[in-house]
């Protein structure tokens, strides 16, 4: 059995990040108009941040933000773009 290098030095939370279609975001987006008047914050960047949300039980918005930006180093295997 031959070992994936497709998971290879990402977190646990960007694969499971990673197996999330784009398209499928991107269709949603478009049928429901969420991004009409974004400016930084997409529909994308909320949904990775509610879900790190849940992964990382956190209770409040400060602690997301807090947790997020003390791993502003590796989160560019998250695919957020504004935090």
Avoid: P, W
């Amino acid at each position: 059995m031959s070992k994936s290098n497709y998971f290879s030095s990402k977190s646990v939370f960007g694969q499971l990040i990673s197996l999330i279609d784009d398209s499928l975001i991107r269709r949603e987006v478009k049928k429901c108009d969420s991004d009409r008047y974004t400016k930084r914050f997409t529909t994308k960047d909320h949904l990775i941040s509610m879900l790190f949300c849940s992964f990382s039980k956190c209770t409040s918005l400060r602690e997301i933000s807090g947790a997020m930006l003390g791993l502003s180093g590796k989160t560019s295997s998250f695919q957020l773009n504004h935090i």
